[in-house]
């Protein structure tokens, strides 16, 4: 298991930590774009919900962008606990993303210009022109992966010429913790 971004890399045994923008690349790559996320809040009595939406835009900064309504449970969960998880899972694939970072409702209408995508139409039959419409902002901070990026039959097969070489076998697959920002920066408003 390798840290990303952040950590010491003083501590013995720790490997060159890559900086945010590496780490956010790397975690875009691997998801993919415009991908489902599940984005879990929490309510006044710590209920978490969890609803899933179409993940507009990961940004080399670890900034994730998403339309949400500025009314219902997604918002007063935000409003009551800025804290969010946001997963994404690819069975077919291997992989599986667990992040965490704060939110925040943003109203930009270049930016929601810019971002519009026409299969939200179900969601907001008015379009651009929903009062409702705003973008979910996620500045993440942590997160990790499992990824397993070779199929069950090449892992077996790696893990079996290993044994007949009497050498370690692989992992079968990857496991890693990321770091995107060391601390919450508070800000509440703009883009």
């Not at 996320?37 to 507009?56: I, K, W």
């Not at 077919?92 to 930009?108: E, F, K, M, N, P």
Request: proline letters at 7%; a negative charge.
């Amino acid at each position: 298991m390798t840290d990303f971004a952040g950590g010491d890399p003083t501590e013995p045994g720790a490997e060159r930590l890559p900086d945010v923008r590496e780490a956010a690349i790397d975690l875009r790559t691997r998801i993919g774009e415009l991908a489902i996320a599940m984005v879990t809040t929490t309510d006044r009595r710590y209920m978490p919900a969890s609803r899933p939406l179409l993940t507009q835009l990961f940004e080399d900064d670890g900034v994730l962008w998403f339309f949400a309504p500025i009314d219902g449970s997604l918002a007063l969960g935000i409003e009551s606990n800025p804290r969010v998880s946001v997963s994404y899972c690819d069975p077919a694939r291997g992989l599986y993303v667990s992040l965490s970072g704060y939110a925040r409702l943003v109203h930009d209408p270049e930016r929601i210009m810019a971002l519009w995508d026409p299969r939200l139409a179900a969601w907001f039959p008015e379009g651009l022109a929903d009062r409702r419409l705003a973008l979910l902002r996620v500045d993440l901070d942590r997160g990790e992966y499992w990824d397993e990026h070779a199929s069950r039959m090449v892992g077996w097969l790696a893990r079996a010429q290993a044994a007949l070489r009497g050498e370690t076998a692989p992992p079968p697959g990857e496991h890693h913790r990321l770091t995107l920002r060391s601390r919450h920066t508070g800000t509440r408003t703009g883009a």
